[in-house]
């Protein structure tokens, strides 16, 4: 069964520009959770879409956002980027939407942004 | 506040040695605690997952144990090897929607030969 993917491995950005992260959940699970882990620092929650909706959110900026469609891969979208946003994004999925389960959430390898 | 603190911050131990990663929360209510394991540069990956019931639970060399009412949660290591070198991070989610996923810090645990 294949894990959870990202893509790209590695992006390198400019302030001011658009990054775009890809992610694939496993087959069959619907939830996708994003997180951005900043160098030092732990994981911080970023969104979470489940069945094409965006459930939750932490506390980004709007310029943070993103979509699942209808296959459940996802994408986030980071505009005007800023010198703080470089960090390693890593992308999760689940088979359960409810946030009381004791599904296991599967992460991908991450992509590692750098704003320059 | 809803925190999740763990110590130490980073731990060098021999291989063949044990060792135990602590975690301490202030998270309210309470619906799970996890542990995962993440090595550098990759996602993390799920060790154990604890509800409020269980007080232990092993995972190959790893036993994670719970005290609710102390808020605590320890992770014991068991004849380290050298891949257990990583980060350890403990994660409690809040009954409260999932914006009250709550993750510490993380300890980085590096065995040396």
């Known amino acids: 069964e294949a894990g959870v993917t990202q893509s790209p491995t590695h992006l390198i950005k400019t302030r001011g520009q658009q990054a775009t992260l890809r992610c694939s959940p496993i087959s069959g699970h619907t939830s996708v959770y994003w997180y951005q882990q900043a160098l030092g620092l732990g994981l911080q929650f970023l969104l979470w879409?489940?069945?094409?909706?965006?459930?939750n959110r932490g506390n980004f900026p709007p310029r943070f956002s993103g979509r699942q469609f209808p296959n459940y891969s996802s994408e986030l979208n980071v505009n005007a980027l800023e010198l703080e946003d470089s960090a390693l994004y890593l992308c999760?999925?689940?088979?359960?939407?409810?946030?009381?389960?004791?599904?296991?959430?599967?992460f991908g390898p991450g992509t590692r942004l750098t704003v320059l | 506040k809803n925190q999740v603190e763990q110590s130490p911050q980073s731990l060098i131990i021999l291989e063949g040695k044990n060792c135990t990663l602590q975690c301490n929360y202030t998270v309210s209510p309470f619906s799970n605690l996890r542990w995962y394991k993440q090595d550098t540069g990759r996602g993390p990956v799920s060790l154990t997952i604890?509800?409020?019931?269980?007080n232990t639970k092993s995972n190959g060399r790893y036993t994670a144990t719970l005290d609710a009412d102390t808020k605590q949660s320890s992770l014991h290591i068991t004849a380290s090897q050298l891949s257990d070198s990583a980060s350890y991070i403990c994660?409690?989610?809040?009954?409260?929607?999932?914006?009250?996923?709550?993750f510490g810090a993380g300890t980085r645990l590096a065995v040396h030969p």
């Open positions: 999760a999925s689940s088979s359960s939407a409810s946030s009381y389960s004791t599904d296991t959430q599967y």
């Open positions: 604890m509800t409020f019931s269980e």
């Open positions: 879409y489940d069945e094409g909706e965006e459930r």
């Open positions: 994660v409690v989610i809040s009954g409260g929607g999932y914006n009250k996923l709550i």
